[in-house]
């Protein structure tokens, strides 16, 4: 079955605690992206990439960073995790050019930072 | 940064009724695409149009790109309470898409 998975789904963490959301496609897609959405602000790109080792700033990406050192697996990092980060994240991934195709979204991963 | 203005923010209407729910920029976009997202999910893709002036029908659905490429509207004949949820548009450009904040759709029976 062609999907996104990220994981975990769900996390609770506290100031400072380094962490990482797995996001892994497995439908070959060269572009990914990392999205969060928040109530009343919809929902924001944070980084993209467009193929392996290829990975760009979107319009939030204080506070995160990514890799894509395998075509699959896109994940995101936060080095020191702040409650404004407190979000819902979604990974995302489609063939290239992005505008022509359809995003296919992961189930998302709610994040709590106290 | 491009921006997608969407409206209404919220709309709760009867099962039965039409509605119409709107998608406005300034900027020019290479395609539009809608999404519908429930509760607990990611969005799900349900239209991508890319040419002036195109009109896509799917079933009850019918979603209409404008002429200059930079808005788009969504109407939905005979709503269902299955309608109910989350629509997105979204702009499409080099680097991805840009999406609006979305419309909250209630269907009431």
Redo the contacts between chains.
């Keep these: 079955e062609a999907q996104?998975t990220q994981n975990p789904r769900y996390l609770i963490t506290v100031t400072g605690k380094k962490l990482t959301v797995t996001c892994s496609q497995n439908m070959n897609h060269e572009?990914m992206?990392w999205?969060r959405q928040d109530p009343?602000?919809?929902?924001?790109?944070i980084y993209?990439s467009m193929n392996v080792e290829v990975t760009?700033k979107?319009?939030v990406p204080e506070g995160y960073k990514v890799s894509r050192k395998e075509k699959r697996n896109f994940p995101l990092i936060l080095e020191s995790p702040s409650p404004n980060q407190t979000s819902l994240y979604?990974c995302?991934s489609s063939p290239l050019?992005?505008?022509?195709?359809?995003?296919y979204?992961?189930?998302?991963t709610r994040l709590t930072v106290t | 940064?491009q921006l997608l203005e969407q409206s209404p923010q919220f709309l709760s209407i009867q099962e039965g009724e039409n509605l119409t729910v709107y998608c406005n920029s300034s900027s020019v976009?290479?395609?539009l695409?809608w999404?519908r997202q429930e509760p607990?999910?990611?969005?799900?893709?349900l239209v991508?149009v890319?040419t002036g002036g195109e009109v896509k029908k799917l079933k009850r659905l019918t979603f209409q790109f404008g002429d200059a490429r930079k808005d788009s509207s969504l109407h939905i004949t005979a709503a269902q309470t299955g309608d109910t949820g989350l629509y997105?548009c979204?702009g499409?450009?080099?680097?991805?898409?840009?999406?609006?904040?979305?419309t909250h759709l209630i269907i009431q029976p």
């Design positions: 996104v572009y992206s999205y009343g602000l919809g929902l924001r790109q993209y760009d979107g319009d979604f995302a050019p992005p505008a022509s195709y359809e995003q979204f992961g189930p998302g | 940064t976009f290479s395609s695409q999404y607990g999910e990611g969005p799900v893709l991508t890319v997105l979204a499409g450009g080099a680097d991805g898409l840009t999406f609006g904040k979305g």
